[in-house]
């Protein structure tokens, strides 16, 4: 079964390793997130050491139908991120495995 693990558990994990409080916890957390997303918006790649990067690009403009009504439709370009895994990273999960 796929578990997924929230912000709230990353700084109740985090509080409990520090010492810190999860109030304190819970800022840093935020400002981090929010320098990544400030550097992707700016078309930046955010990298971190060890971990991975946040690739940002803008997809192409293109052609599509409605499947309803058989019309054309343009899809306009749009933003999107793609991760790309830290080889360190990579080959400390496959050796958990």
Do not use: C, W
Request: without cysteine.
């Amino acid at each position: 079964m796929k578990k997924t693990i929230t912000k709230k558990e990353v700084i109740e994990v985090l509080a409990e390793k520090t010492g810190l409080s999860k109030r304190t916890l819970g800022r840093i957390v935020e400002e981090i997130l929010e320098e990544i997303k400030l550097g992707l918006e700016r078309g930046e790649e955010v990298q971190i050491v060890r971990f991975g990067s946040f690739i940002p690009y803008k997809t192409k403009e293109k052609i599509g139908r409605n499947l309803k009504t058989g019309e054309v439709v343009k899809i306009p370009s749009f933003k999107k991120v793609r991760f790309k895994i830290a080889p360190q990273f990579k080959a400390e999960l496959q050796d958990e495995t």
